[in-house]
């Protein structure tokens, strides 16, 4: 059978309307790589709670998860502000749990980076007139957040950012964070913008050293991924849901993905992105959003 | 004719079980997939319409406002597509010499070429694309040089496969001459491996036009991943245009190509 | 005189159980024309096709300007090859290279690749590439693709090709089964021009009787993979032409047929 | 006569055309790209570095792995057996030389152009919202370049090496299926297990592309390997990989030789 | 009587100026059995080629059985080819199918595909078949695959293939190119037979001008495209016979050689 077949329209009246069962979708996410096996735990965990089945998957690309999502074939997904705002307008998605962590330790931002020895840039001021990098164009974390830290800070036209000689000299896409940090690193751009996490572990990993790079300046704290669910299941579901998610209380989970045992999903309001899409609105990322 | 053929003549001379044995096996293994693998040939006729509508729904109308600033894009695709293609050209076709049967008699040479393009084939795209990275950093070489890893593992292994179907009668009749290896190469075994050449070497120029994923993850751009990019942003109807482009790049290029081959070869 | 070449017991066997060759044993002379016959099937191909290793003897021994054959490999099997032309019963041509590089393709071992590749074929095989093409009416399709040709054209070009390799052995396999009777008499007279010329020995295959009455110097019967005549035209009788074909084969299809069947037009009727 | 050319005239200079519109083009695109030359051969010092940075081995991923490949291969094996007989009727439909219908060849042949121009994403895309997440959408999503590939390099064979027979069951007045039966395929068919074993090993590539759409497998073992920067891990399932298609590679040269030598 | 075909104007100009057939008209009866003779490259095969649509006429008309062949297409095209047997220069057998089979595959076209696939070929077409390999002396090889076959056991296949058809009017190119005195003669005396005894048509071309004669109710000359002689084989005097192969290009050759060359060997001494 097909496990994303669990369309609202079969509910199961046995059980108050519920799907019979629903489908879970990790997204990869630069904060969150260590997506192995461990999350078997959490959805077994879930099919306990809820007594339904639970399908817990890998996705690769937010598009995917979200016209899945507005198609019916998911119910929840792992989303950041972006996804969340795009999920909200195009399938109704509402946020459910986001995890959070007691310790200030693992604040989760993206860092301006560039080379370690380069004398010229050493603040955020110097990032004018530099080949500067960016990740991708529908990426949160390596262009969306830095380019509103950007426009913020030096009150920069949001529309004319990537253009050549307007803040930059030059702007490129570079597809992927490890990209622009090794572009960085070899000196293939003066700057970029890179997530925190993912300098982290490619220096842990050996692929570059610390001092290698620098990193000039920060964006504010992202928001973590929080999960969201499919507005249209029942709403007493989705309350189950949440509670199911927050007595998840397996320290070995938290600890391999989140780097802290003490870690907890937590209920989170509906307005809990909103000061981060007020900032996406800023820079002019959601006029595509709205069909 | 004895009496028991009067009543059966076989027209085949050989071992059924081989045969049903194979065909058996076979089919166990489809079996044991569909079963392992839950696959629903219902579900996938009944997600037929769907299929169709999203598309319809989605992707119309096409989006051409921004069509100028795509031109640099399908120019940069255009150009790693064709230093691409030529160097996978006369990489795999050495490879595919060196894999054939028909072309190489020295059987260690042979597999060890094989194993070769086969691990080059047989190592994901994901693993080229940080080992390039990680060596090169960005830039138009590292583009280029992903592109080939692309092609040249299917490449050689296809032209190897064309060389082979080559009859050996013509080949015969040089080595009956004296020819030497390569005479034998150049006179024999290429004119007869163009059609098949310009067909393979064709379609590794398509992929590599729409190697979105290839140069997206050695960050070198290009139009593939204008259309990826697109989608991630929800702006369906630019990406259809996009996509139209790269259908029109690669209609053009075949109807070039044969209008070329038709004139010149 | 010594042979030029010389074959001792050659035996080959295809598959398991196909016995083409079952032991042959032959002296050839420089300067002999030999007319090779026999039924079909009976193994002449194969023997042709074994002197210049196209086929792997599997037991025997082919000794060619003093050199066994059968244990050459390499360079050297090359160099003696570029000494024996070859025609072939199905012409063998590169289809889509035209008619005059199908020709100098026999002038291949004589020349650097290079020049080869650049067309830098000496003038002197060009001309004579020409005339040769000339001579057996194929002036006109020069820059043909050879698989333009029709078959007795393409017979023709395996012919200048052959010829133009100067060899010192001349093997051909039916050399003009597909020809028309004049275009086949100007061929047969030119190899045996060649022939009487250049001290060439020509090993031909043939099943027109008459033809090889006509050209051989000596001619050899094959039937079933064995030697069954052995001698000058003037000893081959229209008994012993009989004897060649008639086999298990020709007798059966003689009593199957309904009227029974003289044995060759021409110059072998009963 | 003083010089005899070897080749006509003509074809001399369509020959010399040919090589100048081949290099211009070539010139002219890299010119449209900047390839630093100098920068890529000061960073080939790297490579040793960088290799001896992914090698390394952890044998604790082998069982899962094991059961990875498994998916990996039956999903593999299953688009295979499809692709394989749609390609072959479609590249029967399409080939010139056997084609019932000239505009139906150019059809399908188009056709093809354009289903293969749209990137996976795309299909992934299609295929999600209307099947939802799970092996069939996979397998949907793996069929379409399997064809793709399939279709070109068979219709290849045919139109190579088919004509002859073709010509002579055509005046038997033999139907199209029945040239088709008796002649292409036992023509044809050891070319067609090449092409299909080369397609093989794509499709198992091809799965490791398919997280998009929530297909495990060994692919998904991969990616995660990679994207953890476990490198020991990566090697081990990469040299699995490389043993797998070793093993696969080396059955399909024997089924060949067999269909090729045998009486089959 | 009314003729079984019609040729009326036939031209075939293959490229842009190789005119290949240059408007050639007749008519054939049922039951007759034409020779066509002419110098290699004379377009014998192109005629044939045209006659069943294998290679399509640039002008001119084609009536079969009451039908333009020149406008058919499709089923109904594959209904005519059924009525019209072909035996071919170049056998064109598959390869990697064995003897019986693609004799068989000559009666492809009256059963469904699903049998042939299964090998449930009617018992009679079987034993026919099995006669006609007996017949030809191809019994030994009846499931040896086609291409370990020799030239002439090759051409002997594709012939029983084509009688295997029991066709209305059969073409035949070259059938006896590769085959032996006898065996040339089984073949010959077999169409000869079927062609009285079924009252089937057929057109052969040939190079053999003795075979012509003897076994021809009719023979037709064609040179550079023409017809060129049309008639008997009584008709057919020797001064026709050097008309017709004396060309453009024999003449030349002629003059070329070394010795003048007599025009053919046995029954056309000079
Ligand atoms: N496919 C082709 N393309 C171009 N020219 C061709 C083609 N086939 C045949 N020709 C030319 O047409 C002419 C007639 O050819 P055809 O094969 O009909 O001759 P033929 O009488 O059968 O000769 P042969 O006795 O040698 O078989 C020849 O000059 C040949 O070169
Ligand atoms: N590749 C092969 N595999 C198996 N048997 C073969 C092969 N080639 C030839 N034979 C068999 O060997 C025997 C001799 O064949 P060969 O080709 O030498 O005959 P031939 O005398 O040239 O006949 P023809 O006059 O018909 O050309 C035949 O019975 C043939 O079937
Ligand atoms: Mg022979
Ligand atoms: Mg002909």
């Known amino acids: 059978g097909n496990e994303g077949s669990s369309s609202s329209a079969s509910a199961n009246t046995e059980n108050k309307g519920w799907p019979e069962e629903i489908t879970l979708v990790q997204m990869p996410n630069e904060n969150n790589p260590q997506a192995a096996s461990l999350h078997t735990q959490l959805r077994e965990h879930l099919s306990e709670e809820l007594g339904i089945k639970v399908n817990e998957l890998e996705g690769g690309s937010y598009a995917v998860g979200i016209e899945a999502m507005a198609s019916g074939n998911l119910d929840v997904m792992l989303a950041s502000p972006m996804s969340y705002y795009q999920a909200k307008e195009r399938a109704g998605a509402e946020l459910l749990v986001s995890p959070q962590t007691s310790s200030e330790k693992h604040n989760y931002y993206t860092a301006f980076i560039t080379q370690g020895d380069n004398e010229k840039i050493n603040s955020m001021e110097d990032l004018k007139g530099t080949n500067f990098a960016f990740v991708n164009a529908a990426s949160s974390s390596g262009y969306l957040y830095p380019k509103g830290t950007l426009v913020q800070e030096f009150d920069l036209d949001p529309d004319l950012v990537e253009q050549s000689d307007y803040f930059f000299e030059n702007v490129t896409f570079s597809e992927s964070h490890p990209n622009s940090l090794m572009g960085v690193a070899m000196g293939d751009f003066e700057a970029a913008a890179v997530a925190a996490s993912v300098i982290d572990s490619m220096i842990e990993a050996g692929n570059i050293k610390e001092g290698d790079i620098k990193e000039i300046g920060r964006t504010a704290d992202i928001p973590d991924a929080s999960y969201i669910v499919r507005g249209d299941l029942p709403d007493d579901f989705k309350e189950s849901l949440k509670d199911a998610f927050i007595s998840f209380e397996n320290e070995e989970y938290f600890e391999a993905i989140h780097e802290d045992p003490k870690t907890r999903f937590v209920a989170v309001e509906q307005d809990y992105y909103d000061p981060a899409i007020e900032m996406l609105d800023a820079i002019n990322a959601l006029e595509e959003v709205q069909e | 004719m004895n009496k028991k053929s009067v009543y059966k003549i076989p027209i085949e001379q050989k071992d059924y079980k081989k045969t049903v044995a194979i065909v058996l096996i076979i089919m166990a293994a489809l079996l044991f997939s569909v079963i392992y693998l839950e696959i629903s040939v219902l579900e996938m006729l009944m997600g037929l319409p769907q299929f169709v509508m999203f598309f319809f729904e989605k992707f119309l109308p096409a989006n051409s406002d921004n069509l100028k600033q795509y031109i640099p894009s399908v120019i940069d695709t255009l150009g790693y597509a064709i230093i691409a293609t030529y160097f996978s050209t006369i990489l795999a076709f050495i490879f595919g010499i060196l894999i054939s049967e028909n072309t190489n008699k020295f059987k260690t040479l042979r597999v060890l070429t094989r194993g070769f393009v086969s691990v080059l084939r047989n190592i994901p795209f994901i693993i080229w694309g940080s080992l390039l990275v990680y060596i090169f950093g960005l830039g138009g070489i590292v583009g280029v040089l992903a592109l080939i890893l692309v092609t040249i593992g299917f490449l050689s292994k296809s032209y190897a496969e064309s060389i082979d179907e080559i009859s050996g009668d013509k080949l015969e009749a040089l080595r009956a001459n004296g020819a030497s290896y390569f005479q034998i190469l150049f006179h024999g075994v290429i004119p007869q491996f163009v059609p098949a050449w310009i067909n393979w070497t064709l379609f590794s120029f398509e992929i590599n036009v729409r190697a979105s994923v290839v140069l997206g993850l050695v960050g070198a751009g290009g139009i593939g991943v204008l259309i990826d990019t697109n989608i991630n942003l929800f702006k369906y109807g630019e990406a259809l245009t996009i996509i139209a482009v790269v259908v029109s790049i690669i209609l053009l290029t075949e109807f070039i190509t044969n209008s070329i081959r038709k004139r010149f070869i | 005189m010594k042979p030029l070449l010389s074959i001792k017991n050659l035996v080959k066997v295809y598959g398991k159980d196909t016995r083409a060759l079952n032991g042959i044993s032959l002296d050839f002379y420089p300067g002999e024309f030999i007319v090779v016959i026999g039924p079909s099937g009976a193994g002449k191909s194969t023997f042709i096709r074994c002197i210049n290793r196209l086929v792997d003897p599997s037991e025997g021994e082919l000794i ?147 033809y090889a009455k006509k050209y051989a110097t000596r001619i050899i019967g094959i039937k079933q993979g064995k030697v069954v005549f052995d001698g000058a035209p003037s000893q081959l009788t229209d008994e012993m032409v009989r004897n060649i074909y008639e086999g298990k084969e020709s007798q059966m299809t003689l009593q199957a047929g309904n009227h029974p069947v003289s044995l060759a037009v021409g110059q072998n009727n009963e | 006569m003083n010089h005899i050319r070897v080749t006509s005239k003509g074809s001399v200079i369509k020959a010399i055309l040919l090589v100048f519109i081949l290099g211009a083009v070539f010139f002219t695109a890299i010119s449209l790209i900047n390839l630093d030359m100098t920068k890529f051969f000061e960073r080939l010092e790297n490579v040793p570095g960088v290799l001896s940075n992914m090698m390394a081995i952890d044998l604790s991923v082998i069982p899962d792995a094991l059961l990875s490949i498994v998916t990996s291969l039956a999903l593999a094996f299953l688009t295979l057996v499809v692709a394989v007989f749609v390609a072959m009727l479609l590249s029967f439909l399409a080939a010139s030389t056997i084609t019932p219908n000239r505009y139906l060849a150019i059809f399908i042949k188009g056709f093809f152009a354009i289903i293969r121009a749209v990137p996976s994403l795309v299909w992934g895309l299609m295929v999600i919202a209307s099947l939802g997440f799970g092996y069939t959408s996979g397998f949907i999503a793996m069929l379409l370049p399997a064809v793709g590939y399939l279709f070109k390099s068979f219709t290849g064979s045919i139109e190579e090496v088919g004509s002859e027979i073709i010509e002579a069951m055509r005046s038997t007045g033999a139907s199209w299926l029945s040239i088709i039966f008796h002649g292409l395929l036992p023509l044809c068919i050891t070319s067609f297990v090449s092409w299909i074993t080369v397609r093989f090993e794509g499709n198992v590539e091809e799965s490791i592309g398919l997280g998009i759409i929530g297909v495990g497998g060994i692919g998904l073992l991969l990616t995660q390997s990679i994207s953890t920067y476990n490198y020991g891990q990566t090697t081990t399932i990469i040299i699995m990989i490389c043993l797998l298609m070793f093993m696969i590679e080396l059955m399909a040269t024997k089924i060949k030789n067999k269909i090729k030598f045998g009486n089959i």
């Open chain 3, 64 to 210: 060619f300007d003093g050199l066994h054959m059968e244990k050459l490999s390499g360079r050297k099997l090359r160099k003696q090859r570029a000494q024996i032309g070859m025609i072939f019963q199905h012409y063998n041509l590169v289809g889509r290279t035209n008619v005059i590089k199908n020709v100098l393709h026999g002038q291949l071992s004589n020349i650097p690749l290079y020049k080869s590749l650049l067309g830098l074929y000496p003038y002197e095989d060009k001309k004579e590439a020409v005339e040769l093409l000339k001579k057996v009416g194929l002036e006109d399709q020069i820059y043909k693709r050879a698989d333009e040709l029709s078959g007795g054209q393409m017979q023709r070009v395996g012919i200048c090709r052959a010829i133009l390799q100067r060899p010192k052995l001349l093997l051909a396999d039916e050399p003009i089964a597909s020809l028309d009777p004049i275009s086949a008499n100007i061929v047969m007279q030119q190899l045996h021009t060649i022939s009487i010329e250049k001290k060439l020995t020509c090993i031909v295959n043939l099943h027109q009787v008459d």
